[in-house]
């Protein structure tokens, strides 16, 4: 799913509906071009079923992440770090900033508040390019 930018300059999310995929933020480069490439994906879907980044929480460094690309060939991405951030307190430019290699941001929402009922972090799982891929 191809995602751009809303009216604000905020970046458009996936639909909320069960099943919904991550989308890819068609402003980035393409997975496993140089650059950082933004996918974004639900923790949660609306009704309350879990989403395609339900799991993202459970990436540790080292692991590995795959992603298709256009061309048919399968682009290989192991993971460096995960960082929480408050909404309000996100670094945009370290998350979206220029990488002098192909890396990956895999991003969803975090710490829901219960009393709010809207989650106040995103979890940024960071990704390099794997040697070969």
């Known amino acids: 799913m191809r995602l751009g930018q809303r009216g604000d300059l905020s970046l458009e999310v996936p639909p909320g509906e069960a099943g919904s995929p991550a989308g890819w933020y068609v402003n980035s480069p393409a997975p496993?071009?140089?650059?950082?490439?933004?996918l974004l994906g639900h923790v949660n879907s609306i009704e309350g079923a879990p989403g395609v980044f339900a799991r993202l929480h459970e990436l540790v460094?080292?692991?590995?992440?795959?992603?298709?690309?256009?061309?048919?060939t399968t682009a290989v991405f192991e993971v460096s770090a995960d960082e929480r951030y408050a909404k309000q307190e996100f670094p945009a430019l370290r998350v979206y900033g220029n990488t002098s290699g192909a890396e990956l941001r895999l991003i969803t929402c975090d710490g829901y508040d219960r009393h709010t009922g809207r989650f106040e972090e995103n979890l940024v799982v960071y990704a390099s390019l794997a040697a070969g891929s």
Do not use: F, L, Q, T
């Open 61 to 72: 460094p080292g692991d590995e992440v795959r992603g298709g690309r256009e061309d048919g």
């Open 32 to 38: 496993g071009a140089r650059g950082p490439s933004i």
